[in-house]
């Protein structure tokens, strides 16, 4: 073998050194990173651009959060469903997913008709939820719709209101998927920070 056949040609020599490069290998990392944040506030974005809103009855406590201050807990008046809803021949068992269909009321209020574990029989607008406990009249569900951040200092004024005064106003995308956008107190918006 001569010397000449052992040699790299400069391009070859390139291309090795950039694919080795430091460089790029914290590159890539960083980029990974950045798609594992921006994942999960994508599905938020999606939900909250294409969802329909509903205005859902609540019954709020107040705790705090030490990293994000005020906010107040939701305890949705559709958390406690009469099982009676379950659709003809479905049973509702503790961890199902389930998908409850939503009419408005005379009032605006988005009220159940409808438990179903087939997002296609709920209806236009069903939310998604899971199943935390069932009895032979009441079903328990959970919809992740359970705490909205307030501005601080502005949590223990909505602790101390008339529950009756205080509604959800929720986006639902097509697929049952949902998150909270604003606090109305007596019809008019709270005011919040909340962006997400």
Do not use: C, H
């Amino acid at each position: 073998m001569t010397s000449a056949s052992i040699t790299q040609s400069p391009d070859e020599t390139t291309v090795r050194s950039f694919w080795q490069s430091p460089w790029l290998k914290w590159g890539i990392l960083a980029l990974i990173q950045l798609a594992l944040i921006a994942i999960p506030l994508a599905d938020r974005l999606n939900v909250q651009m294409t969802g329909t809103e509903v205005t859902l009855e609540v019954r709020p406590i107040d705790p705090r959060d030490l990293l994000r201050g005020d906010y107040v807990i939701i305890n949705l008046a559709i958390t406690r469903l009469d099982a009676g809803l379950a659709k003809s021949g479905e049973t509702l068992s503790s961890g199902d997913k389930i998908y409850v269909g939503m009419d408005p009321d005379g009032d605006g209020l988005s009220q159940p008709t409808l438990i179903t574990a087939n997002r296609s029989v709920a209806g236009p607008l069903a939310i998604a939820g899971i199943v935390r406990s069932v009895s032979d009249t009441t079903a328990v569900v959970d919809y992740d719709l359970d705490a909205f951040y307030v501005p601080e200092g502005t949590g223990l004024e909505i602790e101390r209101m008339d529950s009756s005064r205080i509604r959800l106003v929720a986006r639902v995308a097509d697929d049952g998927r949902s998150l909270p956008v604003r606090l109305l107190v007596d019809g008019q918006p709270f005011k919040s920070e909340q962006a997400f």
